[in-house]
Antibody, heavy 122, light 109 residues
Framework: EVQMVESGGGLIQPGKSLRLSCAVS????????MNWVRQAPGKGLEWVSV???????YYADSVKGRFTISRDTSINTLYLDMTALRVEDTGVYYC????????????????WGQGTAVTVSS | EIVLTQSPGSLSLSPGERATLSCKAS???????LAWYQQRVGQAPRLLIY???SRATGIPDRFSGSGSGTDFTLTISRLEPEDFAVYYCQQHGSSPPYTFGQGTKLEMK
């Protein structure tokens, strides 16, 4: 069964650091683009970061320089290291798999975890 | 960065009615890269449509997508009680950022 399970969220003070994990089962994280997407309370979805198969990484401008996406292929786990946290980083963080569909390379996020909540507050 | 604007922000309809949700892009988006997601209360998003018009695995045929260029539409032909949720469009091209629209909340009348 394909499954993604996030962990590591919690209450953290502004300026501190936190590491989120996403344990994956049922597929190889090396074989897909892997993403983090977040959702502030009562708000919409915001793409945060992607890790490509070859190791290249990209970030939203709002987190660039503060967040780092990585993976441990030996345990099939995706990470998000968050530093210099701000109140506006509060929200539920989802990991999501990008899949490609068909010969025309349709991209979409077809598997999502249940999310882990991060609250940045003093 | 491509900005996606969804309308309406909220929509109040009854079961059995037809829902039409709009997603407008600030610049042209390849039809290969436009996706729709459903998010029910307290749940993670779920992929409904990829490539503008292809249904994801297990999605009922009352959901359909269409459009091209800067204008895209998600249609739900006959609303079921479980369809009342928030819907997001997303442009997921070959290069990030993979932006989402702000969402349309579909409410039961």
């Amino acid at each position: 069964e394909v499954q993604m399970v996030e962990s590591g969220g919690g209450l953290i003070q502004p300026g501190k650091s936190l590491r989120l994990s996403c344990a994956v089962s049922g597929f190889d994280i090396n074989a897909n683009f892997m993403n983090w997407v977040r959702q502030a309370p009562g708000k919409g979805l915001e793409w945060v970061s992607v890790l490509y198969r070859g190791g290249k990484t990209y970030y939203a401008d709002s987190v660039k320089g503060r967040f780092t996406i990585s993976r441990d292929t030996s345990i099939n786990t995706l990470y998000l290291d968050m530093t210099a946290l701000r109140v506006e980083d509060t929200g539920v963080y989802y990991c999501a798999r990008t899949n490609t569909f068909g010969p025309d390379y349709h991209y979409a996020m077809d598997v999502w975890g249940q999310g882990t909540a991060v609250t940045v507050s003093s | 960065e491509i900005v996606l604007t969804q309308s309406p922000g909220s929509l109040s309809l009854s079961p059995g009615e037809r829902a039409t949700l709009s997603c407008k892009a600030s610049q042209s988006v390849s039809t290969s890269y436009l996706a729709w997601y459903q998010q029910r209360v307290g749940q993670a998003p779920r992929l409904l449509i990829y490539g503008t018009s292809s249904r994801a695995t297990g999605i009922p045929d009352r959901f359909s997508g269409s459009g091209s260029g800067t204008d895209f539409t998600l249609t739900i032909s006959r609303l079921e009680p479980e369809d009342f949720a928030v819907y997001y469009c997303q442009q997921h091209g070959s290069s990030p950022p993979y932006t989402f629209g702000q969402g349309t909340k579909l409410e039961m009348k």
